[in-house]
């Protein structure tokens, strides 16, 4: 059972935005970092987002993220047909003491 | 290059126990907390347990502990993931991931560990 909230999915046409929403509480989200990983069909998860903010190396500056409270959220910009995947926000929870993930967002490219 | 290679999964039948293995390459092993995270058919994906550079300490998700035990050998640049009582939710492909600044940075290619009587 998922501590972290997200849209089940989410649609938009290339070159739109898309936001990607993760929900979660002060145990989590509201006094740890969060982080994005986007998994492509049949792939790896991959990082694209860590520290709430930052970008590791060979992440277009297309993804951003940020957080504000107990939310954060994952932006994509010029969106395309290659970024069709599912998206999870991540962190660590204090009080589980476990590292939690969010119910993922699919993200459908029209 | 960073490389994790997992191993040992496969088909298990309830209560029975597998050892998945990870083997690292291109960085300093030593130095990075390593993790499990598992996804089963079709849902999402879930943190298994963790382990310090040094062995010392770990921890796991709820439903594993006292079943699952996560250790290193730092001399072979590898984790290993030994699963007792073994149940059918635990069927799922199992990631072998690097820790980097509360995230994982690098996946392994994952192994399938399937429970079934």
């Known amino acids: 059972q998922s501590v972290l909230t997200q849209p089940p999915s989410l649609s938009a046409a290339p070159g739109q935005k898309v936001t990607i929403s993760c929900s979660g509480s002060s145990s989590n989200i509201g006094n740890n970092y969060v982080s994005w990983y986007q998994q492509l069909p049949g792939r790896a998860p991959k990082l694209l987002i860590y520290?709430?903010?930052k970008r590791p190396s060979g992440i277009p500056d297309r993804f951003s993220g940020s957080k504000s409270g107990t939310s954060a959220t994952l932006g994509i910009t010029g969106l395309q047909t290659g970024d069709e995947a599912d998206y999870f926000c991540g962190a660590w929870d204090s009080t589980l003491i476990a590292y939690v993930f969010g119910t993922g967002t699919k993200v459908i490219v029209l | 290059e960073v490389q994790l290679v997992e191993s040992g999964g496969g088909l298990a039948q309830p209560w029975g126990s597998l050892r998945l293995s990870c083997a690292a390459s291109?960085?300093?092993?030593?130095?990075?907390?390593m993790s499990w995270v598992r996804q089963a058919p079709g849902k999402g994906l879930e943190w298994v347990a963790n382990i310090k550079p040094d062995g010392s300490e770990t921890y796991y998700v709820g439903s594993v502990k006292g079943r699952f035990t996560f250790s290193r050998d730092n001399a072979k640049n590898s984790v290993f993931l030994q699963m007792n009582g073994l149940r059918v939710a635990d069927a799922a492909v199992y990631y072998c991931?690097?820790?980097?600044?509360?995230?994982?940075?690098?996946w392994g290619q994952g192994a399938l560990v399937t429970v079934s009587s």
């Open positions: 991931a690097r820790g980097f600044n509360w995230s994982f940075d690098f």
């Open positions: 520290e709430n903010n």
């Open positions: 291109g960085f300093n092993f030593s130095n990075y907390w």
